[in-house]
């Protein structure tokens, strides 16, 4: 009876010591991706923030594009010469980019009521879609939004801020 008490204790205190133990941690964790991303991309595609650099993301865009939005003149949804450049390289960039699915915000200044500035807003953001579209990029993997004076750029009431917030800017919102 005594062996069978002491061969039951020695049994608990194995299954205790291994209930104990730690599992270690892959030694390849600092370049593991985080939650949610493909482990496919390494750990350097990433900001100290958490947030995706690598190919596809809105940074590769502002890398290889140059920048990520165009900007109008007062009352105008009309593209020049510098912005259908930059949409040109946008194009190129969501061309190669083929997983990518982007938003076209549209920006207006202040001045303008609500209303106004909502439907200037959507018109320049569709310029530059259209622009984008008849460059290549299938409109299936573009949506437009307008915010109208909502959301400026530059907090100010003068030429300055007036002019970088009259803007159509192209955001990476989705990775397919």
């Known amino acids: ?38 482990q496919t991309h390494r750990s350097g595609d990433y900001d100290a ?7 596809g993301s809105q940074a590769d865009l502002l890398r290889n594009a140059g920048s990520d939005r165009v900007f109008f003149d007062l009352d105008s949804s ?8 930059t949409l040109r390289r946008q194009a190129a960039w969501l061309v190669q980019n083929l997983t990518v699915e982007v938003t076209i915000e549209g920006h207006c200044d202040e001045r303008g009521t609500r209303e106004y500035n909502l439907g200037l807003g959507e018109r320049r953001a569709n310029a530059a879609k259209n622009f984008l579209v008849a ?26 801020s007036w002019a970088l917030n009259r803007r159509a800017v192209t955001l990476v919102v989705r990775r397919m």
Not at 6 to 16: E, M
Not at 24 to 30: E, Q
Not at 78 to 85: I, T
């Open 78 to 85: 009309a593209l020049d010469g510098d912005d259908r450049e």
């Open 135 to 160: 460059s290549g990029v299938s409109p299936a993997r573009m949506s437009v939004v307008s915010y109208g004076k909502e959301r400026p750029q530059e907090i100010g009431s003068d030429e300055k």
């Open 1 to 38: 009876m005594r062996g069978i008490y002491a061969l039951t204790l020695l049994t608990i205190y194995v299954i205790g010591l291994s209930a104990c133990s730690t599992k270690a941690p892959p030694a390849d964790i600092a370049s593991m991706a985080p939650p949610g991303v493909s």
């Open 49 to 55: 923030d958490g947030n995706y650099i690598g190919p």
